[in-house]
């Protein structure tokens, strides 16, 4: 009997996952009844992103896994009526775009490429920027996709602290973990990366105090989470110069509002959570061979911990 | 007795270079007594870089070495009452720096950076760029510079081509050379680097024919020299859309005249040549490192071969 699979995200999203999903089921020779209506004591499985319409999981008594479509699963994990094995995104194409999106905006601010970009007027002024080698840089969060950009940087010269609430182990990058840690991995870096989980522990981690620890004149650059950042005490620190720069590309509410003060802000720029993102093809192949393997026997792959929430 | 070492070179160096040249030999234990004057038959060593000031090398009959400034002898090993041994410079650094800025351009292209830098109206947008890896790139030049620029680029995902004129093989880069390899190499290419000397064979390698065979809205992006570009071939390029943007760095001639199209062209970002640069502070530790191995009767280090001319 086919396994039913119920698709719980909004339309635009079933617009373009329904045929990957279809095809990627095929490929693995899975017999799959994917729909978005399922009753739910006969779903066997669910691929979610957050939206409106699903917010009690507790009648889905048969689903044995939860295949969340975003790697972020804050929006999901602290939902009480879910007891079922939660799966997060873990995508290469997402990690290749995130590490391309970081590497590209750590390059642009190293090498002060919007003086020139925005200042056309003839002046010739031949300041060469500093070696990627006398520019500390800070990762925070070494997730997948902050493990991933920690190391690219590293490659290209830069010195390299990353930090995560637990203790881990990265080649090339010199590791930090815990409140201490985090204090030490700030001070003096130059260029600071966010890419935390959004947890209650991670909220406004960039404050008033810990944007001081960094070296002055350091640039910001968040593709992580919107709350990571306490947006007031960001804009004071661009405002007396502790911050010369932050590029965000995510916002507690987005799209962020037209009269937000980061648009209009000339040290911050502002990109439409664009960083990284799911790619239907291989984010469907990838959901689909988790599934597979489940049924197999295999364990599920990349288990969400409910106990530190990612 | 202190080492009587002449500094030839133009005025603007000697300002970068005297005092890390007179910290590298405090550091290294050398006696030296640096000077732009010594009588030519008292002089131990001459540092020198291309300019008016010294053509005649025969009156320095006890010079024991020459340490250029500079990577490029082409402008000295070709002066005949030159007898002394000749070291070129080689220096990491400049590789560092080169890597850097074109790995900055080439992200800030990739990704369409300026459209965020020079718009942040509010508009919400997400239009998520492509991945690197369907983003072919070829590197015009396999010296030491193309090479490094090359490989980094592999190594950030891109498919790279790579062209010289004579055979060459770099790992991770498909090589092509000759003209028939020069229209391969450049066929469908979304971003062209170029990386060649300029000598007669390569003046205007980027011509309308040239410029024709890329994919229609690629990107230019010339650290190299001016030369290699034929300027109003790529200005019509660029006003047709076959050229999306170009970044230049070197041009014809330089600083470029305030009345240059480029200057006020919005598909153009000019740099002023800094892309990369020989640096004072580790240049003059490289020549001071070679000469106290010299003096120890250690071999010179990156001696000039006069026969090939390098």
């Known amino acids: 009997m086919a396994l039913r699979v119920l698709f719980a995200a909004r339309d635009a999203l079933w617009s373009e996952y329904e045929s990957p999903l279809t095809a990627a089921f095929a490929d693995l020779g899975l017999d799959v009844d994917l729909a978005r209506d399922h009753a739910p004591d006969v779903t066997d499985y669910i691929i979610y992103a957050p939206h409106d319409g699903l917010e009690d999981f507790s009648p889905y008594v048969n689903?044995?896994?939860?295949?969340?479509?975003?790697?972020?699963?804050?929006?999901?994990?602290?939902?009480?009526?879910?007891?079922?094995?939660?799966?997060?995104?873990?995508?290469?194409?997402?990690?290749?775009?995130?590490?391309?999106?970081?590497?590209?905006?750590?390059?642009?601010?190293?090498?002060?490429?919007?003086?020139?970009?925005?200042?056309?007027?003839?002046?010739?002024?031949?300041?060469?920027?500093?070696?990627?080698q006398d520019r500390p840089v800070v990762v925070l969060g070494l997730g997948t996709l902050g493990i991933a950009c920690a190391q690219t940087l590293a490659r290209l010269g830069f010195p390299v602290r990353g930090w995560s609430r637990r203790t881990k182990s990265v080649d090339g990058v010199v590791c930090y973990s815990g409140d201490k840690g985090l204090r030490i991995a700030l001070?003096?870096?130059?260029?600071?990366?966010?890419?935390?989980?959004?947890?209650?522990?991670?909220?406004?981690?960039?404050?008033?105090?810990?944007?001081?620890?960094?070296?002055?004149?350091?640039?910001?650059?968040?593709?992580?989470?919107?709350?990571?950042?306490?947006?007031?005490?960001?804009?004071?620190?661009?405002?007396?110069?502790?911050?010369?720069?932050?590029?965000?590309?995510?916002?507690?509410?987005?799209?962020?509002?037209?009269?937000?003060?980061?648009?209009?802000?000339?040290?911050?720029?502002?990109?439409?959570?664009?960083?990284?993102?799911?790619?239907?093809?291989?984010?469907a192949f990838e959901v689909a061979r988790n599934l597979a393997g489940f049924e197999k026997g295999e364990p599920l792959q990349n288990l969400v911990d409910r106990s530190v929430g990612y």
Not at 103 to 123: E, P
Not at 188 to 211: C, F, K, Q, W
Not at 235 to 257: N, S
Request: glycine share 8%.
């Open 63 to 132: 689903c044995k896994a939860i295949f969340s479509l975003w790697a972020g699963v804050e929006r999901i994990v602290t939902n009480r009526t879910l007891t079922q094995p939660l799966a997060k995104m873990v995508n290469p194409d997402l990690t290749a775009g995130m590490v391309e999106w970081v590497t590209g905006h750590v390059m642009r601010h190293h090498l002060g490429m919007d003086r020139h970009i925005l200042d056309q007027s003839g002046t010739w002024d031949p300041v060469v920027p500093p070696l990627a």
């Open 187 to 283: 001070e003096g870096a130059e260029i600071a990366v966010l890419l935390l989980p959004d947890t209650p522990g991670t909220t406004n981690i960039l404050n008033t105090e810990t944007l001081g620890l960094l070296a002055r004149g350091a640039f910001i650059i968040n593709p992580g989470r919107g709350p990571l950042i306490d947006d007031r005490a960001l804009l004071r620190a661009l405002g007396d110069g502790q911050i010369a720069h932050a590029t965000l590309d995510v916002f507690r509410v987005e799209p962020l509002p037209k009269d937000h003060p980061y648009w209009a802000h000339p040290k911050v720029t502002v990109t439409p959570h664009i960083a990284a993102e799911t790619r239907p093809e291989t984010a």
